[in-house]
């Protein structure tokens, strides 16, 4: 059974930093290309950051210089730190597993975390 549990939210002052996690079960984590998502209220479900399995990385524009996403792949678990947090940084965050495996058919593993809150205010 694939589980993605995260963890290290919370309720943060503007300005703060925070770390949050991620552990997987059930997968054979180095494989997966791993990423942080956040939804906030009536808005849609965006991408915040993500890893690949070689680790290559990429971030969302807002979050560019002020966030750093790793990987442990010996602890099957996937980081997020968050520095000089703002209000708009307000959203539950989702990790997210994601491969696609070629053999005789192509199939796409995707998995998702149920999330962990983030709330930025003073």
């Known amino acids: 059974q694939v589980q993605l549990v995260e963890s290290g939210g919370g309720l943060v002052q503007p300005g703060g930093s925070l770390i949050l996690s991620c552990a997987a079960s059930g997968i054979i984590f180095s494989i997966y290309d791993m990423g942080w998502y956040r939804q906030a209220p009536v808005k849609q479900r965006e991408l915040v950051a993500a890893?690949?399995?070689?680790?290559?990385?990429n971030y969302t524009d807002s979050v560019k210089g002020r966030s750093t996403i790793s990987r442990d792949n010996a602890k099957n678990t996937l980081y997020l730190q968050m520095n000089s947090l703002k209000p708009e940084d307000t959203a539950t965050y989702y990790c997210?597993?994601?491969?696609?495996?070629?053999?005789?058919?192509?199939?796409?593993?995707?998995?998702w975390g149920l999330g962990t809150q983030v709330t930025v205010s003073s």
């Open positions: 890893i690949t399995s070689r680790g290559s990385t």
């Open positions: 997210n597993a994601r491969v696609t495996v070629i053999s005789l058919t192509t199939r796409l593993y995707d998995y």
